[in-house]
């Protein structure tokens, strides 16, 4: 029986993408407002937001397994792109110390990213579901404030695996809060709403 393409795929597939674009875009750094942060911080605060979206539609148990899931989909592609680094090129090909340069940092941002992400979005989830059983329809307490909780032990982890020795330690501190504070932010007043949005058109599928 052909099996019916729903909305939790979407949500799910969206959710291990943008994770995997995360661990890519946290190669570079960037500037904003003369604060420096990886390029990841655009994509990965939608991540805490699908995951919350998860949560409150499918419950604890379901997100949870996309959580692991993700975690797989990102290894295959830390072990793909690193071998890809030693495979022999053409002596025409210029890309080598580029692709080399940035999958070959891709392993370590990834192994911040693996430990941050299982212990950051593992509570992130289960602060959701415990705030479920306090907050009712107030679906706004638990976005913020499960990814407030989430977001520090995250950060942390992230930036000290993946940057520590490559930059000042003052820097690393700076880093650590302003991208927390940023994240932060970014599920107020962008991810919330749009949470909100998601929530209702997951829950019609799940209604009906």
Not at 46 to 63: I, R
Not at 149 to 172: E, H
Request: hydrophobic share 55%.
């Amino acid at each position: 029986m052909e099996q019916k393409f729903n909305k939790f795929t979407i949500i799910a597939t969206i959710y291990i993408v943008l994770l995997i674009i995360s661990n890519l875009m946290a190669t570079k750094m960037v500037t904003f407002l003369g604060l420096i942060l990886p390029a990841a911080v655009i994509a990965y605060p939608f991540n805490f937001l699908l995951g919350d979206v998860l949560t409150e539609v499918y419950g604890f148990k379901t997100a949870k397994k996309v959580v692991w899931l993700a975690f797989f989909a990102n290894a295959l592609v830390v072990i793909w792109t690193y071998i890809g680094i030693y495979m022999p090129y053409p002596v025409f090909w210029t890309g080598q110390t580029h692709y080399a340069f940035i999958f070959g940092l891709v392993p370590r941002i990834v192994l911040g990213s693996f430990i941050a992400y299982l212990v950051g979005e593992n509570i992130n989830v289960w602060v959701m579901e415990k705030l479920k059983a306090y907050t009712g329809n107030k679906l706004w307490i638990r976005t913020i404030g499960s990814s407030a909780v989430g977001q520090i032990l995250d950060t942390m982890i992230f930036i000290t695996i993946a940057f520590y020795g490559t930059m000042p330690n003052t820097v690393l501190i700076t880093m650590i809060i302003t991208q927390y504070l940023f994240k932060v932010a970014c599920e107020a007043f962008l991810g919330t709403p749009l949470a909100y949005a998601v929530v209702k058109w997951a829950k019609d599928e799940v209604i009906n």
